[in-house]
């Protein structure tokens, strides 16, 4: 367990929730990863609470809000041990233009049926967890597309192959590739996406999604999202 001074230094590098700069934010979850062989579920508490805020900083402050998300990103490794089982997920904040991603931003504040990630690590393979509140909208989107309902009601739908490669727009890093192209998911928008995630500590899990408008054309971030284990 970290210690009383440990406790005082961490509390002193801590940054401004509302108006922080991204060295700050850095610094500290630098610190979070070097509490964490001590005191993991701190550590991964105060990196997810920094994952949140930052997400919450978007809005008003995208440049330094997307700079410190970068940066914890690229603090980041491909999760060890591999995750298995199921994860709690949230979309941290959409990376788009202006207009487009306030609307986007307005419509998932108030709707948000994607809940999370299931892995299998033995199989490299996973899903994505849906409220039972996407069934409707998802047959209209895909109308030949059925996801498969769990006993709680809830939906797992769009399969995944997982492999560990040099990122996309970080190939100077090693990332999770979360690859959805694959004859069983809709063509339509979701074999365009691939994810790409990394560990800040264990059970805190930062994500890019990247989006391409063509098989031929290049991906690009569109959002940030996080994993919980």
């Known amino acids: 367990m970290s210690?009383?001074?440990?406790?005082?230094?961490?509390?002193?590098l801590e940054p401004d929730p509302f108006e922080p700069t991204s060295n700050e934010v850095e610094r500290y979850v630098v610190a979070l990863q070097g509490l964490a062989e001590d005191d993991p579920e701190l550590a991964k508490e105060?990196?997810?609470?920094?994952?949140?805020?930052?997400?919450?900083?978007?809005?008003?402050?995208?440049e330094e809000a997307r700079d410190s998300l970068n940066r914890i990103f690229r603090l980041g490794a491909p999760p060890d041990p591999?995750?298995?089982?199921?994860?709690?997920?949230?979309?941290?904040t959409p990376v788009m233009p202006g207009g487009i991603e306030q609307g986007f931003r307005g419509l998932t504040n108030a709707w948000m049926p994607w809940a999370g990630k299931r892995f299998d690590s033995a199989q490299s393979t996973g899903d994505n967890i849906l409220t039972p509140s996407a069934r409707l909208p998802a047959k209209v989107q895909w109308p030949t597309y059925t996801p498969e309902e769990l006993p709680?009601?809830?939906l797992v739908a769009f399969k995944f192959r997982t492999y560990v490669?040099?990122?996309?727009?970080?190939?100077?890093?090693?990332?999770?590739?979360?690859?959805?192209d694959?004859?069983?998911?809709?063509?339509?928008?979701?074999?365009?996406?691939?994810d790409e995630l990394v560990q800040v500590v264990p059970g805190a899990n930062l994500g890019k999604v990247l989006m391409r408008r063509g098989r031929d054309k290049p991906?690009?971030?569109?959002?940030?999202?996080?994993?919980k284990n």
């Open 219 to 227: 991906f690009g971030l569109i959002g940030y999202f996080a994993l």
């Open 165 to 180: 490669s040099p990122g996309t727009v970080d190939p100077d890093r090693q990332t999770l590739k979360i690859d959805y």
């Open 152 to 154: 709680d009601g809830r």
């Open 3 to 12: 210690t009383v001074s440990e406790q005082v230094d961490l509390h002193a």
């Open 182 to 194: 694959s004859d069983e998911n809709p063509d339509f928008v979701i074999r365009q996406i691939l």
């Open 82 to 92: 591999a995750i298995d089982g199921e994860t709690e997920g949230i979309l941290v």
């Open 46 to 62: 105060r990196v997810w609470a920094q994952i949140r805020l930052a997400g919450q900083r978007a809005g008003r402050r995208p």
